[in-house]
């Protein structure tokens, strides 16, 4: 079983927003910042958002500082990527990942659990 499960990717325009969705359960989301990476081809993987598990903390990549909003509800164990005003070069494979007892939220490798991707393709 798949621990995160990521949704709402697809093909857009420049400019245009996309809400990506990541939905966990009570044993892999429920008390775990949740963060949003993305790899696009022939790149290294990338920091995008993190947010603490109470919600009341978050962090952003210079690149989408001001363009994206990472948010969760705990009630339902989901937690959300809003992007807007995408440009060409947000395209790429965005997964989410949990983690419980981590140091830096941009260090993919102290994350716990990961989903399995969704993609994000913006037309120029």
């Known amino acids: 079983q798949v621990p995160l499960v990521e949704s709402g990717g697809g093909l857009v325009h420049t400019g245009d927003s996309l809400r990506l969705s990541c939905a966990g359960s009570?044993?892999?989301?429920?008390?775990?910042?949740m963060g949003w990476f993305r790899q696009a081809p022939g790149k290294e993987r990338e920091f995008v958002a993190a947010?603490?598990?109470?919600?009341?903390?978050?962090y952003y990549a210079d690149s989408v500082q001001g363009r994206f909003s990472i948010s969760r509800d705990n009630a339902k164990n989901t937690g959300y990527l809003q992007m807007n005003r995408l440009k060409p070069e947000d395209t790429a494979v965005y997964t989410c990942?949990?983690?419980?007892?981590?140091?830096?939220?941009?260090?993919?490798?102290?994350?716990?659990?990961w989903g399995r991707g969704t993609q994000v393709t913006v037309s120029s």
């Open positions: 990942a949990t983690g419980r007892r981590m140091s830096s939220a941009t260090i993919p490798e102290q994350y716990d659990y």
């Open positions: 947010i603490g598990w109470s919600g009341t903390s978050t």
């Open positions: 009570e044993r892999t989301f429920s008390r775990y910042a």
